[in-house]
């Protein structure tokens, strides 16, 4: 199943977002912890975004991927990513 058949609210916890808006019916608890830009070494979006390292495999080769849940998106988002910047942790066990 992918994050996105639950929805961001259901993986938003409804504390601490500036909207306030999740429901965490997933029990997920995803609050707005931003992210570092290393590019400008600078941390960035601590209210309205959560930023999540995650893998894919293309090919035989793990690469990273941000997956993004934010506040005023209807989806969960995964864009490539670049090394420097930084994100939070979840350890998640894969469905069997």
Do not use: H
Not at 22 to 50: H, Q, S
Not at 51 to 63: I, S
Not at 83 to 91: A, D, E, L, M, T
């Amino acid at each position: 199943e992918s994050l996105n058949a639950y929805g961001p609210d259901a993986l938003r916890a409804p504390i601490l977002w500036v909207d306030g808006a999740g429901t965490n019916t997933t029990g997920f608890t995803g609050l707005p912890g931003g992210k570092y830009n290393g590019a400008v070494d600078r941390y960035e979006e601590m209210t309205i975004m959560d930023y999540y390292w995650a893998t894919t495999n293309t090919g035989g080769v793990l690469k990273p991927v941000e997956v993004e849940l934010t506040m005023n998106c209807l989806r969960v988002t995964e864009t490539y990513s670049q090394n420097p910047n930084g994100y939070s942790i979840r350890c998640i066990k894969e469905k069997e």
